[in-house]
Nanobody
Framework: QVQLVESGGGSVQAGGSLRLSCAAD????????MGWFRQAPGKEREEVAV???????TYADSVKGRFTISKDNAKNTLDLQMSSLKPEDSAMYFC???????????????????WGQGTQVTVSS
């Protein structure tokens, strides 16, 4: 099991910003597909942003232009910069990491990888 530790969550007013970080070991950080998911009470978990080991990124339509996923090579952290936050962004945010299996890319079925414990984000209306 890959160890992932999220931090940076908190409470902000609508329109504010937060930066989440996910700490990982060096091998996971450099070789795995990694991304952020979120889940609000009573709702299905949602893939928010993904970064493949080659740097390719994808975003959910709901966060495009507002969220940015990046890696901090000095700290081995996966970061999610969240701006122009909306109340509907309120959720528990999880970091997920997955390596390549068989002939599939590492990002294939990312939700089946290793999950962190999550960090809470609350945006007030």
């Amino acid at each position: 099991q890959v160890q992932l530790v999220e931090s940076g969550g908190g409470s902000v007013q609508a329109g504010g910003s937060l930066r989440l970080s996910c700490a990982a070991d060096g091998y996971t950080f450099s070789r795995y597909c990694m991304g952020w998911f979120r889940q609000a009470p009573g709702k299905e978990r949602e893939e928010v942003a993904v970064m493949a080991s080659n740097g390719r990124t994808t975003y959910a339509d709901s966060v495009k232009g507002r969220f940015t996923i990046s890696k901090d090579n000095a700290k081995n952290t996966l970061d999610l910069q969240m701006s122009s936050l909306k109340p509907e962004d309120s959720a528990m945010y999880f970091c997920v990491a997955k390596g390549k299996t068989g002939t599939k890319t590492a990002c294939y079925a990312l939700r089946n990888g290793s999950w962190g414990q999550g960090t809470q984000v609350t945006v007030s209306s």
